[in-house]
């Protein structure tokens, strides 16, 4: 267990809040969230207890006690799904502002600093869910195509004036083909550096 993971979980069995936590070890209130819930995977002592309490002894314990552990395990596979999903379609929507303004749209330095700043945000956020789940972002196509987005808008950034973007439909769908489908989806090794001139 990585020692951020260790002191999340310290400071939730102290008694903290998920805010609290997540300003305390620099992370997001989500990346707590995904931490706790991997985390929360069923004890021994909590299941037996609650086998122990059910009422209806015609079941055997047994069956009770797999479908409570069943249930558990379903529970936090479910939080993980979701935060996956959440990661997947805010990396998505990003793709789609930017192609959606690329179509002989200038970008003033304002605009291109808030891209970026999104794009910044999002990659970290994933970088820190990632190392929380001890998930490798080396061949991840979420996290490394995040890198090569943020990597061209910091080029953009070093312009100091204006950027219009004009795609072509090559241009465009290698853009297009940054998107996910699954957060797990394998990194294709696309360098959108080379692909976009940068003046």
């Not at 939080?79 to 192609?99: G, P």
Request: aromatic share 8%; net charge negative.
């Amino acid at each position: 267990m990585n020692p951020k993971t260790e002191q999340v979980i310290a400071l939730k069995n102290d008694g903290w809040s998920l805010r609290n936590i997540a300003n305390e070890v620099g992370i997001s209130v989500f990346t707590v969230r995904s931490i706790l819930a991997k985390q929360a995977q069923p004890t021994p002592d909590i299941v037996d207890t609650a086998v122990d309490a059910y009422p209806d002894e015609s079941v055997p314990k047994a069956e009770v006690k797999n479908l409570l552990s069943g249930l558990l395990a379903e529970h936090s596979n479910n939080q993980l799904r979701a935060a996956k999903k959440k990661y997947v379609d805010q990396f998505n929507r990003l793709i789609d502002e930017w192609l959606d303004n690329s179509d002989g749209c200038t970008w003033n330095g304002h605009d291109l600093n808030m891209f970026n700043d999104s794009i910044t945000r999002l990659k970290k956020d994933l970088f820190e869910f990632c190392e929380g789940l001890g998930i490798s972002t080396e061949d991840l196509a979420i996290f490394q195509n995040a890198a090569e987005i943020k990597l061209v808008f910091m080029e953009f950034l070093k312009i100091e004036d204006d950027v219009t973007f004009d795609f072509d439909d090559e241009l465009y769908g290698i853009i297009d083909s940054l998107k996910v489908e699954d957060f797990d989806d394998p990194h294709t090794g696309v360098d959108l550096l080379k692909e976009i001139e940068i003046a």
